[in-house]
């Protein structure tokens, strides 16, 4: 029987381009991340982030994915969950999460801080901003310190209506302009002032908007 040969992978560069302003603010995300995981509990390990259902444990698992498994893995997973990107993602955290130990999942992200990985269509942007947006899941609920707030900025510049969409947020009739870096979005009449990372929580459905906003 002819074995059935594994489609190839594209090639990409092997570290990031340090040319790339993005791309060094998500090296930095990612080392500022992987230190502060360092000095967490057990308890801390396991206790539950904002995305529902997962513990910090599983975020963890989900952002280093890319780095462990192979885009075939990847696909050949989506597949199976019939096309449910989110089926797969809670399917294969809770998979990894039972195998790997806490020192494991840091390593995954430590040793990764400058891999090349962007999601399929977001670009460097859309790499940086699934760190600060999952490192948020983390650090909010457990008090620990936040991004800075220009390193935000580019996670806003970078929501257009497609990652709106994505998270169901609409701006009709509202401007959301950031308190202490230069950032709005929407162009309404009611504006809602907040530090960078509150918009970046609101607009991503971590936290409601203020009441009126």
Do not use: K
Not at 56 to 82: K, M, W
Not at 154 to 171: E, I, Q, S, W, Y
């Amino acid at each position: 029987m002819r074995q059935r040969r594994r489609p190839p992978e594209t090639a990409v560069p092997r570290q990031l381009d340090t040319t790339d302003p993005i791309a060094r603010e998500t090296a930095a995300e990612r080392l500022r991340l992987a230190d502060l995981y360092a000095a967490l509990s057990p308890d801390q390990w396991a206790a539950p982030s904002l995305c529902a259902g997962w513990r910090v444990r599983e975020v963890v698992a989900h952002v280093t994915l890319p780095y462990r498994h192979s885009a075939f893995r990847v696909l050949r997973g989506i597949a199976a969950a019939r096309g449910d990107f989110h089926r797969f993602s809670d399917r294969i955290a809770r998979t990894d999460t039972a195998r790997l130990s806490d020192a494991e999942l840091l390593a995954a992200l430590r040793d990764n801080v400058a891999h090349p990985w962007r999601p399929p269509g977001g670009g460097q942007a859309g790499a940086l901003s699934h760190d600060v947006i999952h490192g948020l899941d983390v650090t909010d609920p457990l008090g620990l310190p936040r991004p800075p707030a220009d390193r935000v900025r580019h996670v806003l510049d970078a929501a257009g209506p497609r990652a709106l969409a994505h998270f169901g947020t609409d701006l009709a009739g509202v401007c959301l302009v950031a308190t202490d870096t230069d950032v709005s979005l929407g162009a309404g009449p009611q504006v809602v002032e907040l530090p960078a990372v509150d918009l970046l929580l609101r607009i991503t459905g971590r936290a409601p908007f203020p009441e009126g906003g």
